[in-house]
């Protein structure tokens, strides 16, 4: 296709601040596609395309786009083109958080909407006239490219172009017939008239706008500094005078303390003296928590040390004396480099606190949930009405003559302490979108119902390889279990050897490359990998690769698995598919199935043998089940029992794993997604070494073999506690895991530390991670002799995986932060619900794992809690122990040493608390209508807490995690049975190879693992 060439010329300005002229060609085409559903020109119709079962498009200009983006994203707004001009004001001039924001927008099949590169076709690219403003050539190219649009469709669809430009309105108003120019809000006003919500925001944000103009205009004071512009900042990190960085507020230490460290693949990446303190508000400079800025360092003699005590609560300024640490880099910023700021989850202060506020009653300062993020100044009228709820603000600005930062006010979530909205805060605090799948989304879906069954496609079935009638295969998975994506098998061949499977959910058959839906399949084709294995060493033969065909014979939960693998017969009659048989018949099958699960089992022991004997840790975790009533109210922590059936499971998968990572970086050494664990840095240990040194154990951290080994050394015969809390803190101790594609960094850092294996990724789970349905198209590209399309459908390039990987990272490590605020929840609901019969609960044994200078950290076994327990008080009483070793507040003072602390009283009694000794706490909830409840804890005895024998069997059980996808988290096959147990299916057709579907915000948290429980340390990294 012929193309048109053209110049562009632009100002740019240099770093000594002049303007340079630089001229870049432009080329024009005249194919460039209109993905329109209306169209009879012929465009090429792949991807998205704007629906034609609209009443009209709209197009919104620059500063509509800019300023309005979330209302544009409310899904009843359908028809919108964003045109080319438009998204590129945003990118320029509102930064990569909206300019992403508005990308995601697009991609987002749920949402009726499409961008249009007008400034690339011939007949829509207008070029900017000598002396026109860049506002009124946005807006004309804009006005353009609507008029080529309605006539591009003929006709058949009105065009609406909304914009604030007054100008515009009535030069192009009446201009062209079917093309409408008109104002944002006499849009909403007469097409959206009964869309309250965005009436509000509209209102919400225009009155935020106004706000900051007035304010602007009256405030001549500086609060803070200027901000440098940004080519000073720029050759400054060039140059070595500013150090470029991601600013992290401490959660404990919010108003004075935050730190600043260097950007890498990983936070731990850099050397440990890159984080920067920055102390103080002006110091800060008006940067937010997780924005990246630029920090100018500090005299030496101005350096300060962090704060090691325990603090009340994290709005504390003040702090005891002398519980610094030695002074480290210090700095203040200078400057943002890119702003990341979001939704923030808010509350409106009391009827008194507002009063206080005093000025207008329109303008409010909110509080928001974060402890991290500053209070935000909106105008809003409706602060009464809303006192009881958590509501969603938006920041606009943050200008150096305000002491705060100015927002508006964007929607309701819920009422204060109500479960659904407490559920709807942590999402939002997360960036988790909660929206359904959309109707096209939903069609690409094979339908599968009692009345219409789905059937194996017979073209399908000639390209696979069939195992329905060759293969003992089952799952193995959860009481309640819907999302059965995994089964094995473990067959003799001829030859005597031995056939081992791992059958996974063949997902990217239904979710084609490119299309609409990038989630759950459900399936009975499968991807298989199958090992020839010696028959008794187990040493692996032969490996192969197949699309299959399977019939899982048995759907099994873990607790019948294990009950065959015991031996008890007791478990048979809960096996369904061995029901109704005669006994012949059933004592046969049985008899096949038990074989199958102790070989398997004894696999797997002879797997895991070999990768401990390469390094492979085994750390800790604690899980417990959460049970909950009808009406959501938590009766119970109920710690969950571990069967070697899931770790058998877990080994398997962990194997399929292994050998796909191989195959794909083999086939594909630039582009594969594998996942690969760094060696943690050496002082990261330092508190794992000094914790065993106090009981004699020496800890060997030059190697996950060398550390594994030392770990199993270091038992206390007297307390197994003390090697469970061990391994906890080489949890801590532990770099993330990340995605990342072959070709970003070379082959020695491939490694899985925590696993011993030289290559790993995620194939297991492509039903609910999006990076198995990457690696699943991977390895059909590396294996299949026929494909559907080219090998390009299937693969990424290096630089585009490599941002899909920082991408899935982000989210992975959203759903964590996920995870632990919504376990904290539940903890606090569990515990504030407390009465006199069940007061009990609040009381249990605790284990000292960390001595700060006016506290202790205390584990709690028997709930997997671990917090803070003062050993002085706000008043300065120091706890002193009574002859009954009952503690109570008295005049004292402390002496903190390495291992131990000693309160010692005016009177002269000593109290001494050591690391691993147990004491007695009991739970508190500390409420709060601002911020999220939070767990507090009060030694109430120096000794251990006495309870029964069957209690203690009860309620304490610490886990083994053979780190299967986090090393810092329970294995990989644990964790997805907790996230998938306990849902109740909405469906009745969807019991069979389904995705678990949920009808409220609780059981959507449940999805993304909040039951789970795990050992969620305020320090943990995963």
């Known amino acids: 296709m012929p193309m048109l060439r053209t110049e562009k010329v632009l100002l740019l300005r240099g770093q000594q601040g002049r303007s340079v002229r630089v001229v870049r060609e432009h080329y024009l085409r005249p194919d460039v596609p209109c993905r329109c559903a209306l169209c009879r020109a012929a465009c090429p119709r792949d991807g998205k395309l704007l629906s034609d079962d609209v009443t009209h498009y709209v197009v919104p200009d620059c500063k509509v786009v800019q300023d309005y983006l979330e209302i544009l994203e409310f899904p009843e707004l359908k028809g919108i083109i964003f045109m080319q001009t438009a998204c590129q004001a945003v990118q320029h001039q509102k930064g990569r958080r909206q300019y992403n924001q508005l990308r995601n927008l697009v991609k987002d099949a749920r949402h009726d909407c499409i961008v249009f590169a007008n400034e690339f076709h011939q007949h829509s690219y207008l070029p900017r006239e000598k002396g026109e403003s860049m506002e009124k050539w946005q807006t004309r190219s804009i006005y353009n490219a609507a008029v080529w649009y309605y006539n591009h469709c003929l006709g058949q669809m009105p065009v609406v172009m909304v914009t604030e430009d007054e100008d515009a309105i009535s030069q192009y108003g009446n201009e062209t017939e079917g093309v409408f120019v008109i104002s944002f809000k006499n849009y909403l006003d007469n097409f959206w008239p009964d869309l309250k919500a965005a009436h509000e925001l509209f209102d919400s944000i225009l009155q935020a706008q106004r706000e900051r103009e007035s304010e602007s205009q009256e405030n001549n004071g500086k609060e803070y500094p200027e901000h440098l512009p940004v080519e000073i900042l720029e050759a400054g990190i060039k140059s070595g ?29 850099t050397e440990l003296q890159s984080d920067i303190l920055i102390y103080g508000a002006r110091a800060r400079n008006r940067a937010i928590h997780g924005d990246v800025v630029a920090v100018e360092l500090l005299p030496l003699q101005e350096w300060k040390g962090r704060t090691v005590a325990l603090c009340e609560n994290e709005t504390e300024d003040k702090a005891p004396a002398d519980t610094a640490s030695d002074p480290m880099p210090t700095g203040k910023v200078v400057g943002i480099i890119q702003k990341n700021w979001r939704d923030y989850v808010v509350t409106f202060p009391s009827k008194e606190d507002s009063q206080s506020q005093g000025r207008s009653a329109q303008k409010i300062l909110v509080i928001p949930l974060d402890y991290r993020i500053p209070k935000i100044r909106i105008s809003t009228q409706q602060a009464e009405a809303l006192q009881d709820y958590r509501v969603v603000v938006h920041i606009d600005s943050w200008e150096s003559t305000s002491v705060y930062p100015n927002g508006h006010f964007v929607r309701v979530l819920g009422r204060i302490g109500d479960l659904e909205g407490e559920i709807a805060a942590i999402l939002v605090e997360n960036s988790i979108c909660v929206a359904p799948f959309s109707e096209i989304q939903m069609s690409e879906m094979p339908v599968s119902s009692s009345k219409n069954p789905w059937k194996v496609n017979p073209e399908e079935e000639k390209k696979r390889l069939d195992l329905r009638d060759t293969h003992l295969i089952f799952s193995i998975d959860p009481q309640g279990c819907e999302d059965v994506d995994d089964a094995l098998s473990v067959r003799t061949l001829p030859n005597g050897n031995l056939e081992l499977g791992v059958h996974i959910a063949d997902v990217t058959h239904f979710v084609a490359a490119n299309s609409y839906t990038d989630v759950e399949a459900r399936a009975r084709y499968a991807v298989s990998v199958l090992w020839e294995l010696e028959k008794e060493s187990y040493d692996m033969l032969r490996v192969c690769y197949n699309k299959t065909i399977i019939r899982s014979a048995y759907k099994l939960v873990y ?26 018949t059933r004592q046969k099958k049985l008899a096949e199935l038990v074989w199958a699960i102790s070989k398997l089992t004894d696999i797997a022991r002879h797997l895991r043998a070999k990768r401990d004997s390469c390094g492979a840790l085994e750390l800790e975790g604690v899980e417990i089940q959460v049970q909950l009533d ?87 015969p007297l307390d197994p506690i003390v090697n469970k809390l061990l391994r906890s803190m080489a949890t801590q101790a532990m770099s993330n895991a990340l995605y990342f594609s072959t070709g970003s960094c070379p082959e020695k850092e491939f490694h899985h530390y925590g696993l011993a294996l030289e290559k790993y990724t995620h194939f297991t789970s492509p039903i609910r991670r999006y990076a198995d349905i990457v690696v699943h198209r991977l390895l059909t590209a590396a294996t299949l002799n026929e494909t559907k399309g080219d090998v390009k459908d299937y693969v ?11 991408h899935i990272n982000n989210r992975k490590r959203a759903a964590q932060r996920a995870q632990k605020q919504s376990t904290k929840l539940f903890w606090c609901m569990y515990f504030k619900d407390t009465t006199t019969e069940t ?108 309870t029964s024998d069957t209690e203690v069997s009860q309620h304490f059980h610490v886990v083994k995690s053979d780190l299967a996808e986090e090393v810092s988290q329970s294995a990989e096959a644990a964790q997805h049975a907790q996230e998938k147990a306990g849902v109740e299916v909405i469906d009745e057709d969807y019991r069979e190879y389904c995705q678990t579907k949920g009808a409220s915000l609780y059981q959507l948290l449940e999805e993304i693992k909040d039951l789970a429980l795990l050992d969620v340390s305020a320090d943990i990294r995963t």
Not at 560 to 565: H, R, T
Not at 566 to 584: A, C
Not at 632 to 659: F, R, S
């Open 241 to 269: 005078r500013y150090i470029q960085g991601i600013l992290h507020v401490s959660k404990h230490r919010a108003q004075l303390e935050a730190l600043v460290r260097l950007q890498g693949f990983g936070s731990k990446e």
């Open 559 to 584: 607790e019948a698995a294990q009950g065959l693998l015991d031996g008890d017969t007791n478990v048979v009659g809960d096996i369904l598919e061995l029901k109704n048989l005669d006994e012949r």
């Open 839 to 946: 007061e009990e609960r609040c009381i249990a044994d605790g284990v000292i794992y960390s001595i700060r200078t006016n506290g202790v950290l205390v584990f709690v076994p028997r709930y997997g809690i671990k917090g803070a327990a003062y050993v002085k008080n706000k008043e300065g009483l120091v706890i002193s122990c009574q002859g009954d070793r009952s503690c109570e507040w008295k005049p004292g003072s402390l002496h903190r040493f390495q291992n131990k602390i000693t309160s010692t009283t005016t009177t002269g009694e000593s109290v001494t608390l050591s690391l691993f000794d147990h004491i007695t706490v009991k739970i508190h909830v500390q409420t709060s209508r601002c911020h999220a409840d939070t767990i507090k804890l009060e030694i109430i005895r120096n000794t251990p807490y006495q």
């Open 630 to 716: 009808d009406k959501h109210k938590i009766y119970g922590l109920i710690p969950k029992q571990p069967l070697e059936v899931q770790d058998t499971v877990a080994e398997c998968m962990i194997l399929a794993n292994h050998w796909v990572a191989k195959k794909i970086s083999e086939n594909f050494p630039h582009q594969a997604l594998l996942r690969q664990h760094p060696p943690p840095r050496q002082e990261f240990f330092t508190r794992l070494r000094e914790c065993a040194s106090a009981k004699g154990f020496s800890i060997d951290t030059r190697s996950n073999k060398t550390l594994a080994e030392s770990l199993d050394k270091a038992n206390d």
């Open 796 to 806: 990424f390039s290096n630089k585009d995986l490599q941002e899909l990987c920082r």
